[in-house]
């Protein structure tokens, strides 16, 4: 990966020393310019939670230490960066620091060269207040070894502390849209001169997202993440075991990894929220290193299948919603006389069924000359066009309607009728119960 590297140039001014004794130091006002190398790695229509679209570049104070023979010689901090005087000694050799974007870190400098791996930076926050890495720009760090002679200029090339991570998130289905962009497990705590690794969740930054409105399906997104070089676990081969869910070395080190999350939010078929997940890494299985300095590309495609299974990796609360259809008659069941007539009702009912259970339902009517109407006796009842049963005779029938209609398979109805004779219909024979005496 192409390294990106914005040198500081900053001139450093001597003084001749002495054959008899050191020579006191002279200060000497140098011009300091910072320049890129000819390309930012700012993307024409992404979008940032960092709000500055010069932050890849932007410097506000640089603390610069010169170290000579192991030992800390001369330093200085400068909120205007083009303008650093350093004073030092010809002849000698130094190795010049520079802390680009980290406020006044005179007082943290060590006294012996060899203490710089062990220094550390706290980020303030990541937004917010005139600390923060959105104020002051993204911390960088980096060193020169310089001999002095009488005078002249150098560059300092410094690199970022912190990766760009380049998140293109789309949904390949109808009714889903991006609702959030989040990354969580931002190291905090870090080593401008030594590898930058958080050691557990007292170092991490608050949880970082980017809330997306306005039903966007399709989008890229930006964050600058802390360097946090956390290293391989072994035996990992598929993506989907670069889980905690899946991996013991992975769980126990879960307090202190970088992940970046997505979540979509769709209607339809499918209604609720998806939540997609996964731990940055230099690769999709077993690596978890966040290197300062680089760019990170995650592509994400969230498409309707294989939803119903949730992990922490893929994350489901979903309802599975679906449509099921009747084609009934009403009433469904019956009773009339001889010579007399009912009109059946023919419909449709839609049921809402989510998660497989059905909820509620619709009913539209029919126009009963759109159906073909029968009975199974034609001795015992007549139907006309209309859906218009007349009883003949005593018996039970069977009424059935018929819809076709033009674009779907043919339905059928049903729904029994019983035909009872005309009158009381009670069996007139009488019987004995005793005698009625009358006076």
């Given amino acids: 990966m192409k ?262 939010s769709t209607t339809g078929t499918w209604t609720g929220t998806v939540t997609y997940r996964s731990y940055l890494g230099r690769n999709a299985t077993s690596d978890f290193d966040i290197e300062g300095n680089a760019r990170y590309i995650w592509s994400v495609i969230f498409r309707e299948d294989e939803l119903q299974e949730s992990t922490w990796k893929r994350e489901t609360d979903l309802s599975f919603t679906t449509y099921e259809q009747e084609f009934l008659l009403s009433p469904a069941s019956a009773t009339l006389e001889v010579g007399y007539t009912r009109t059946y009702r023919a419909f449709i009912r839609t049921w809402t069924v989510v998660n497989g259970v059905r909820t509620t339902y619709t009913d539209s009517v029919l126009q009963n000359t759109d159906l073909m109407w029968r009975v199974s006796n034609t001795t015992k009842a007549t139907i006309n066009s209309a859906g218009q049963v007349t009883g003949v005779s005593a018996g039970t029938v069977t009424v059935t309607a018929r819809f076709e209609p033009s674009e779907e398979p043919a339905r059928t109805a049903t729904a029994s009728l019983t035909i009872v004779s005309s009158g009381n219909n009670w069996d007139d024979s009488w019987d004995d119960h005793g005698e009625i005496i009358l006076p």
């Fill in 3 to 264: 390294r990106r590297i914005i040198p500081i140039l900053a001139m450093l001014a001597c003084l001749c020393a002495c054959a008899e004794k050191a020579a006191p130091k002279e200060e000497r006002a140098v011009a300091v310019s910072f320049t890129a190398d000819g390309q930012s790695l700012w993307a024409v229509g992404t979008r940032s939670i960092l709000t500055n679209p010069d932050i890849e570049t932007k410097v506000t104070c640089v603390t610069l230490a010169a170290y000579t023979g192991g030992a800390l010689d001369a330093f200085g901090y400068y909120t205007s960066p083009y303008s650093m005087v350093l004073s030092l000694v010809p002849g000698r050799s130094y190795t010049v620091y520079a802390l680009v974007n980290m406020g006044d870190m005179r007082s943290s400098l060590p006294a012996l060269e060899s203490g710089l791996e062990g220094l550390t930076y706290t980020i303030p926050s990541y937004t917010g207040g005139s600390t923060s890495i959105d104020a002051r720009g993204i911390p960088m760090s980096g060193s020169i070894d310089y001999t002095m002679g009488s005078g002249g200029s150098t560059v300092i090339p410094v690199r970022r502390l912190l990766a760009k991570v380049t998140a293109n998130i789309s949904c390949d289905w109808d009714g889903a849209t991006i609702s959030s962009v989040t990354v969580h497990g931002m190291n905090g705590r870090l080593r401008p001169f030594g590898d930058s690794a958080a050691q557990g969740s007292s170092d991490m930054l608050p949880e970082v997202e980017y809330s997306v409105g306005g039903g966007v399906s399709a989008g890229t997104y930006v964050f600058y993440v802390p360097e946090n070089r956390q290293g391989t676990v072994y035996g990992i081969t598929d993506s989907s075991d670069k889980s905690h869910e899946r991996n013991a070395t992975v769980n126990a080190m879960r307090g202190r990894l970088t992940y970046l999350e997505t979540s979509v």
